[in-house]
């Protein structure tokens, strides 16, 4: 298992409300990034913060929207919460931007 | 813009026969190229990457991939496949433009391997 820690596991939520999802990164990395995993998908690239700051984006409406704080924690904001929104996220830290990322389990979000 | 191709939804093999999982790629740039490895029920786990350097990579679990340039590929194989091996398989490229990142994964590929 890796050191990266996601939370909460699963979350229930409704249309239109807002959600903030929470990652805890591998000692030693400065480097965060999150996904999107639909079931039978590969992860969609949300974005990416590296010291603190976004240093890459997907293909993502702004209502999401990110942060990392200065321990490379970081948090995943998703407003007006749509059904299409129901998914896997996926965090994952690395040591930099080149290199390989190790992921946490997950948090399972259902939007109903 | 950068995208990643898995051709293969799945792919059987049989235990102890060498097995290639396939990836294409397309990046503006130098690419960075990742195998990335789903077991049921676990997380994504990283197995091996090329940035630069040999074009055939080893990684984890006796896994190892060859970079192609010229057909812009990046295949997965193993000289003997295990049952253990049986899972959900993503390619990734990473690119830069401008200092900013993008990360692309391919839509997996599932190995089944046969005792």
């Known amino acids: 298992e890796t050191g990266v820690t996601q939370s909460p596991t699963h979350l229930i939520k409704t249309r239109g409300q807002q959600v903030t999802l929470r990652c805890s990164s591998q000692?030693?990395?400065?480097?965060v990034s999150w996904y999107q995993q639909a079931l039978g998908q590969g992860p969609q690239f949300i974005f990416q913060y590296y010291r603190e700051e976004e240093n890459g984006r997907g293909n993502f409406p702004p209502r999401f929207s990110g942060l990392q704080f200065p321990n490379y924690s970081s948090e995943l904001n998703v407003n007006a919460l749509e059904l299409d929104d129901s998914a896997l996220y996926l965090c994952?830290?690395?040591?930099?931007?080149?290199?390989?990322?190790?992921f946490g389990p997950g948090t399972r979000l259902t939007v109903t | 813009a950068q995208s990643v191709a898995q051709p293969e939804d799945q792919v059987n093999v049989a235990e102890g026969n060498p097995l290639t999982v396939k990836c294409t790629y397309s990046?503006?740039?130098?690419?960075?190229l990742f195998w990335y490895v789903q077991y049921p029920n676990r997380g994504l786990q990283f197995l091996l990457k090329y940035i630069t350097g040999d074009n055939l990579v080893k990684g984890s679990y006796g896994f190892e991939a060859e970079f192609n340039k010229s057909q812009t590929s990046f295949h997965l194989k193993k000289p003997s496949a295990l049952v253990s091996d049986s899972a959900l398989y993503f390619c990734a490229v990473r690119d830069e433009s401008g200092g900013y990142q993008k990360v692309t994964f391919g839509t997996g590929t599932k190995l089944q391997v046969i005792p």
């Open positions: 994952a830290s690395s040591r930099g931007p080149d290199y390989e990322q190790y």
């Open positions: 990046v503006s740039g130098n690419p960075y």
């Open positions: 000692s030693g990395h400065n480097t």
